[in-house]
T-cell receptor, first 113, second 117 residues
Framework: DGGITQSPKYLFRKEGQNVTLSCEQN?????MYWYRQDPGQGLRLIYY???????QKGDIAEGYSVSREKKESFPLTVTSAQKNPTAFYLC????????????FGEGSRLTVL | DQQVKQNSPSLSVQEGRISILNCDYT??????FLWYKKYPAEGPTFLIS?????DKNEDGRFTVFLNKSAKHLSLHIVPSQPGDSAVYFC????????????????FGKGTLLTVNP
């Protein structure tokens, strides 16, 4: 089945540690996105990539880093510089075109202890 | 500065009645709008979209209305069912045809819909 797979679904991290969230898609989509959801905040864009080896900062990129070495993969690293990393992280992808919906993964819940 | 606003954090309706979820936007470059539904601990799923060249789009029980002059859109669910209980997000994007940059969606904060049996 085609879709987006995020892993791990739940992750605990100690303060000061970096952690990488995985996102893989087999939809042959060019564009991929990382959003963060906090209670009462909706979905906020962290980073996005329109094509391999290229990515742009979203609205809340500070403390995060990404890479896009393969079309299928768009991992997100939450660094120790991110002041409030506890959140629900959502990866999404989209095919070509000016319109159309984003397809989301199931999400990863990161808790910093 | 919120460019997409959903001013009602929650809405409660009876099963079988109409649910109306509202969304306002401030960015005049937005010309493509979407609604997503989200259950707890899951990713959002796409419901329906509308382009600015239309003022209405319908898909089964779901209809989205767009009022460009008021920068307002609404999602109507008729009849509402208990399984519709979820958080609904409004999202907007400028298309490249309107001079927008790379395609990205801006989301509202969501409205929690509860449909009571």
């Amino acid at each position: 089945d085609g879709g987006i797979t995020q892993s791990p679904k739940y992750l605990f991290r100690k303060e000061g540690q970096n952690v990488t969230l995985s996102c893989e898609q087999n939809l042959n989509h060019d564009a991929m996105y990382w959003y963060r959801q906090d209670p009462g905040q909706g979905l906020r864009l962290i980073y996005y990539s329109q094509i391999v080896n290229d990515f742009q900062k979203g609205d809340i990129a500070e403390g995060y880093s990404v890479s896009r070495e393969k079309k299928e993969s768009f991992p997100l690293t939450v660094t120790s510089a991110q002041k409030n990393p506890t959140a629900f992280y959502l990866c999404a992808s989209k095919g070509l075109g000016n319109t159309g919906e984003l397809f989301f993964g199931e999400g990863s819940r990161l808790t910093v202890l | 500065d919120q460019q997409v606003k959903q001013n009602s954090p929650s809405l409660s309706v009876q099963e079988g009645r109409i649910s109306i979820l509202n969304c306002d936007y401030t960015n005049s470059m937005f010309d493509y709008f979407l609604w997503y539904k989200k259950y707890p601990a899951e990713g959002p799923t796409f419901l329906i979209s509308i382009s600015s060249i239309k003022d209405k789009n319908e898909d089964g029980r779901f209809t989205v209305f767009l009022n460009k002059s008021a920068k307002h859109l609404s999602l109507h669910i008729v009849p509402s069912q208990p399984g519709d209980s979820a958080v609904y997000f409004c999202a907007a994007s400028p298309s490249r045809s309107s001079g927008g940059s790379n395609y990205k969606l801006t989301f509202g904060k969501g409205t929690l819909l509860t449909v009571n049996p």
